[in-house]
């Protein structure tokens, strides 16, 4: 006989809902909290080419509590077209019932959870962690970037190199309207040997930096995560690895760092997040690269805090909105 039990429909969020339930520092915190769960299982990612050039990602893991896959589409193709070059959602499940209790916007998971793996490595690994803040590349990881490091270290000065014209200054606008100064630069080169924080947050394409950064410097390069992707120069790279510490955020980048494969280091040799939180402090000398590729793992972690202020919230669906413009790279 079949039950009579029903199980409720997944909440479903939209781009400017999910945001709202991942604030910055708490999202960095329960990143950190991942990599100390030890019922956490994250399998590798399935990458899948798709005939029209673009990339599906199939993401899943799960803890005690939760799982969740997420479950995006990369498409160039769409860049300067209305429709977003990163869509997707990331589907949360109950595991004691099976139920799926939220589906959430994938680009916005993605961006939150990046940056804010980068603040977690910056507020254990930089040294002047209030800047100013070199961001070199102004979509979507630009702008996540600024968000985090001025909520998240209290960065007072930000410049922003990019290709697009209209994009650095979209850029530098919100950061004014959060109240930092916020200026546009015509090349990041020049700017390097000024600002001890930098995040390169370009599609990769081609190389952007290749200026060696100020001995105290903190760089989180996140735009690279194939072999076959760079957005550092192999000298720049080697140049860090010599003078100063090179941190991957998960052993998974032994075969996606494309920058530093390319400058043909050991990546497999290299601390990770998770041995910065857990191991003894690195010694601040030296310039640090914090290289990251991406791991579900930061995916559980914003699925695990959005469950938490749901259940706090008990709000209701916000189903079928519009993502806003930095809902794409």
């Known amino acids: 006989m079949l039950s009579s039990h029903c199980p409720q429909p997944p909440r479903m969020l939209d781009a400017a809902a999910t945001a709202t339930l991942l604030p910055w520092t708490a999202l960095a915190d329960e990143i950190a909290a991942v990599l100390r769960d030890a019922s956490v299982r994250v399998p590798a990612r399935s990458v899948m080419p798709l005939p029209q050039g673009g990339t599906l990602f199939v993401m899943p893991a799960t803890d005690s509590l939760v799982a969740m896959t997420k479950l995006i589409t990369l498409t160039p193709a769409n860049a300067g077209t209305p429709r977003p070059t990163i869509q997707g959602d990331v589907v949360v499940f109950d595991v004691s019932t099976g139920e799926r209790r939220l589906v959430l916007d994938g680009p916005t998971i993605t961006a939150r959870r990046t940056a804010a793996a980068s603040l977690l490595a910056a507020r254990h690994l930089a040294q002047e962690p209030q800047g100013p803040l070199l961001i070199v590349g102004a979509g979507v990881q630009g702008l996540a970037h600024l968000e985090a490091f001025v909520h998240g270290l209290g960065v007072r000065d930000v410049r922003v190199a990019s290709r697009s014209a209209a994009s650095a200054e979209a850029l530098v606008q919100h950061g004014r309207a959060l109240g930092v100064k916020a200026t546009v630069v015509a090349d990041a080169h020049t700017q390097v040997r000024h600002c001890p924080l930098i995040v390169t947050c370009t599609p990769a394409h081609s190389v952007v930096l290749d200026t060696p950064p100020l001995a105290d410097a903190f760089v989180a390069a996140v735009g690279a995560y194939t072999p076959t992707m760079a957005e550092l120069s192999p000298t720049l790279c080697r140049h860090i690895a010599q003078h100063g510490h090179v941190v991957v955020d998960t052993p998974d ?71 806003s413009q930095w809902a794409t790279p």
């Open 253 to 323: 980048a032994r075969h996606e760092a494309g920058d530093l494969l390319q400058a043909g280091l050991d990546v497999s040799a290299m601390p990770t997040l998770r041995d910065v939180l857990e191991g003894p402090r690195i010694q601040r000398t030296g310039p640090v690269l914090f290289k990251s590729c991406g791991w579900a793992g930061w995916d559980l972690a914003a699925a695990r805090l959005a469950v938490r202020a749901q259940d706090v919230r008990g709000a209701g669906t916000t189903a079928g909105a519009p993502h």
